[in-house]
């Protein structure tokens, strides 16, 4: 088992930039492929970024591509989603998910994973 804490959420001007950590603890981290999702009040989590496991790839939603990246340091156990020209449709909870046993066509999808953090709130001001 993995247990995952967030940080580094908060309010941010449109156009600005925040970085998220996500902390693994538990296990050994390499073997997971780890996310970032998102969920607005009244909407359905959604995929933002992930990096596979075995191949390094990196994928991410149309709505972020180009302003988010997502990386990893395996030696610290840390996953990061370095945020870019944040707009106010970015303002969510974001979750940093983990699974052992993701496989690419379902990369995207949140049942795919079956670790998660609590959460932390980034609040994108006009």
């Known amino acids: 088992q993995v247990q995952l804490v967030e940080s580094g959420g908060g309010l941010v001007q449109a156009g600005g930039s925040l970085r998220l950590s996500c902390a693994a603890s538990?296990?050994?981290?390499?073997?997971?492929?780890m996310a970032w999702f998102r969920q607005a009040p009244g909407d359905e989590r959604e995929f933002v970024a992930a990096?596979?496991?075995?191949?390094?790839?990196?994928y991410y939603s149309d709505s972020v591509k180009g302003r988010f990246t997502i990386s990893r340091d395996n030696a610290k156990s840390m996953v990061y989603l370095e945020m870019n020209n944040l707009k106010p449709e970015d303002t969510a909870e974001y979750y940093c998910?983990?699974?052992?046993?993701?496989?690419?066509?379902?990369?995207?999808?949140?049942?795919?994973?079956?670790?998660w953090g609590q959460g932390t709130q980034v609040t994108v001001s006009t």
């Open positions: 998910a983990a699974s052992r046993s993701v496989i690419l066509s379902q990369i995207r999808s949140k049942g795919a994973y079956n670790y």
């Open positions: 538990g296990s050994t981290f390499r073997p997971y492929t």
């Open positions: 990096e596979h496991r075995s191949y390094g790839n990196t």
